[in-house]
């Protein structure tokens, strides 16, 4: 039997075993847990110490019925930055009592709790409500994200297995 996790944590497969992950940073645009950060406790170099995970939330083809989080990476735990909007405005982000946060702390809003998130399923735990993804695809087009596939109104892959646009032939990036 496995045991129960705790309300903002998540097990992730990283493809030797299951890991413990701690969500400690949800940052919200538009509603969507738009950037999550996770951490986890390792063993390196003779030490231990944080590392954390940066994960990155869409819409699959902006369906708001399917929650995505795909890891964009990691590294080793620091301040958190805080950043801004295009035109200046901040940010509305939850994030645990102890983690070190930087920026204009002014013009954000922090709030206690994390939102509830989901369509149909609701938790403050995006993990819960959504899906890993393994990878992210973006059409240039409809200006959407997609899950483990390409945007295929959109998009096609030419015979080297590039994407190309359907109207133009031009290469996405």
């Known amino acids: 039997m496995k045991a129960k996790l705790k309300t903002m944590e998540v097990m ?3 493809c030797r075993k299951d890991e413990l992950h701690e969500v400690i940073y949800i940052e919200y645009r538009d509603g969507l847990p ?10 390196f170099d003779g ?3 944080w590392i954390y995970q940066y994960w990155d939330g869409f819409y699959h083809g902006g369906d708001k019925e399917s929650l995505y989080l795909y890891n964009n990476g990691c590294g080793p735990s620091k301040a958190i930055e805080l950043t801004k909007y295009d035109d200046g405005a901040g940010i509305t ?3 645990e009592k102890h983690i070190e946060l930087k920026g204009d702390m002014q013009i954000h809003n922090r709030l206690k709790r994390p939102k ?7 938790s403050r735990n995006p993990f819960r409500v959504g899906y890993i993804a393994t990878s992210m695809e973006y059409c240039p087009r409809c200006e959407e994200c997609y899950a483990d596939e390409h945007c295929t109104e959109h998009l096609y892959e030419d015979d080297n297995g590039d994407l190309r646009c359907i109207d133009d032939d031009r290469l996405v990036d």
């Open 47 to 49: 030490g231990e110490h």
């Open 116 to 122: 509830l998130v989901g369509s149909i399923d609701k």
């Open 12 to 14: 992730v497969d990283n």
């Open 93 to 95: 982000y939850w994030a």
């Open 34 to 43: 738009f950037e999550v950060i996770t951490r986890k406790w390792i063993e």
